[in-house]
């Protein structure tokens, strides 16, 4: 009799992984069980409607370095299936792909849904079976199956692979503690700086293309554009910084002070002597006409402002008083954080499945065989960037190459 293969969550995770399952064992029953009425949600609404499939990051240690949890594991893990690997895999099915500048790759037609219609075009190709509306109740483990209870029905299946999605509540994984299985507490990563009141938030939409963010009293950096928002601050700057920190920062309840080094993490000494030749240079034109910096003259205008340095100051009648003043303006500039919001629609959580329960080279936990973890449910996550899609589709496709076995 053909083994049968329950898919527990309609994600990229768990849709990638009901195909692989499908195409290695051709012969099994495979079934996909989402909780709503909609597959491939998050997919849909991903990098603003276009979906960010992966990074041009091909080197695998280099892959690995983008996830704060995770980083050993799938370094193994992408050995079976990287990001050449995701391109190579949807090129051949027709979707035709685009790397940008900042190493984003996007489909070529702009749109999520190149990504959703192949997946589906897939899966009705291989005969995968999908059943919407079906939320996953209970399971038992009993004598090398496994009982499953939906909302209207109860199945049993030889194997099984969860791809839930994070949890925003360790409630939401109790089910999964109930079998054996260690769990770590899920906080949020990958989110904005709210700074409520702070004037810079009437400058939303400038951008720094290269800027250098510190969160007080730690080591944590991020590097490379931020955005300042109606709310505060976004970028990758601060993404990286939310998703490096998810930890710190929820101990922190969300409250620190950053500091911004508006000039690429320039140091003191090295700004010392372009300020002298920039006095030299803007000898008598006021600061507020000659803003010498890869900043908006917006931007200039408030940074000088703020730190008490009079707009209508000449460049050669500075002293070391508003010098040392313009240093902090520039390298050392202070905010208070004061809570998050989620980046876009797009939520990412650190926590889930304890790593050092599952076996990386077929996804299954180490506990109960036939049973596997793939996605974000996983405590896996990684920086913005096509990073966490990248995870997806690299444990579901191990998930589903091994589980049949």
Known sequence: MALSIAVVGGGAAGFFAAISAKKHFPNTKVVLFEKSGQILAKVKI???????????????????????????QLRKAFSQFDAQSTVDWFESRGVPLKTYTDNCIFPQANSSQAIIDCLLKEAA????EI????????MQHSDGTFILSFDDLTQ????????TGGQPKISGLEWISKLGLD??????SLFTFNMPNNPIRELMGNVVEKAVVKIEGTKLEGRGPLLVTHWGMSGPAILQLSAWGARILADKKYQFRIYVNWLNGKSEADFRMDLAKLQKL?????LQNANPFPITSKLWLFLIEKHGISPQSRWKELGARPINKLITAMLFDPYNVLGKTTFKEEFVTAGGVALNEIDFKTMQSKQIAGLAFVGELLDIDGITGGFNFQAAWTTGFIAGKHIGL
Do not use: Q, W
């Open 156 to 163: 049993t299946f030889d194997r099984i692979i969860v791809a």
């Open 46 to 72: 991903s990098g603003g409607g276009r979906c960010n499939v992966t990074n041009a990051c091909f080197d695998l240690n280099l892959l690995s370095k983008h996830y704060p949890r995770g980083e050993r």
């Open 183 to 188: 769990i770590v507490s899920p906080v949020p």
């Open 131 to 138: 059943k919407l509306n079906s939320g996953l109740r209970a």
């Open 125 to 128: 190709k291989l005969g995968v």
């Open 282 to 286: 803007n000898a008598d034109k006021m």
